[in-house]
């Protein structure tokens, strides 16, 4: 499989539990996107990565959310003590250097209860 | 980011073509039109992206207005498998490297 996979597919946790979600990007893949999308609305971007440096972090990304890319290969996306608000589609996507398009993966859907 | 503007939903027979419009006045000269689509439950799929001529792929024709100012997805013959949420976005080929999203158009392919 040459494709972006994300595990796990589906998470539910209780509030206050911390989570995290891991990204396999397209091997040869220099860049890697993390985005949320919530029912009805188009996908956030969250924050991005060129190799293992995050060059980029958007407001919504809040102290409680961390990201990693080490070694510039998968990246994981942690959320501490998680809130009802966070509950949403966790997507990864990555890209070449060229910047053209873009491979997204199935997601990671998150419910806090 | 320059902003695009589409329509919420649009209809379409099936096998029928059918035109997305998007509109984006605020485009600068590097930025380029790309097209996502997003079946349900799924992640956003790459359909087609161009700068200033119509781009042709086995998905769809990418038709841009001489201003730059719009554009058109068109899907030559619409399946039910095209039923998406169709979103139209500006991205610089340098510098800013992020997709923005907004609602898109979500079409209804109706059999």
């Known amino acids: 499989d040459t494709g972006v996979s994300q595990d796990p597919r589906h998470k539910i946790t209780k509030r206050g539990q911390n989570v995290t979600f891991r990204c396999d990007p397209i091997?040869?893949?220099?860049?890697l996107y993390w985005y949320r999308q919530t029912l009805g609305q188009g996908p956030e971007f969250l924050t991005y990565f060129q190799n293992e440096a995050q060059l980029e972090k958007s407001r919504l990304l809040s102290d409680r959310f961390s990201a990693e890319r080490p070694k510039g290969s998968f990246s994981t996306l942690e959320i501490q003590r998680t809130e009802q608000g966070d509950s949403a589609m966790y997507l990864c996507?990555?890209?070449?250097?060229?910047?053209?398009?873009?491979?997204f993966g199935q997601g990671t859907r998150l419910t806090v209860v | 980011d320059a902003k695009t503007t589409q329509p919420n939903s649009m209809e379409s027979n099936e096998e029928e073509p059918v035109h997305l419009p998007c509109n984006h006045s605020?485009?600068?000269?590097?930025?380029?039109i790309h097209w996502y689509r997003q079946l349900p439950s799924q992640g956003p799929e790459y359909v087609i992206h161009?700068?200033?001529s119509n781009v042709n792929n086995r998905m769809a024709s990418l038709a841009i207005a001489e201003d730059r100012k719009s554009s058109t997805l068109i899907l030559h013959r619409a399946t039910l498998r095209d039923a998406a949420v169709y979103y139209c976005i500006l991205r610089g080929f340098t510098g800013a490297n992020n997709l923005f999203f907004g609602t898109g158009t979500r079409l209804t392919v109706i059999p």
């Open positions: 996507a990555s890209s070449g250097l060229m910047n053209t398009e873009a491979f």
């Open positions: 161009g700068l200033t």
């Open positions: 605020t485009i600068s000269g590097t930025d380029y």
């Open positions: 091997s040869e893949h220099n860049r």
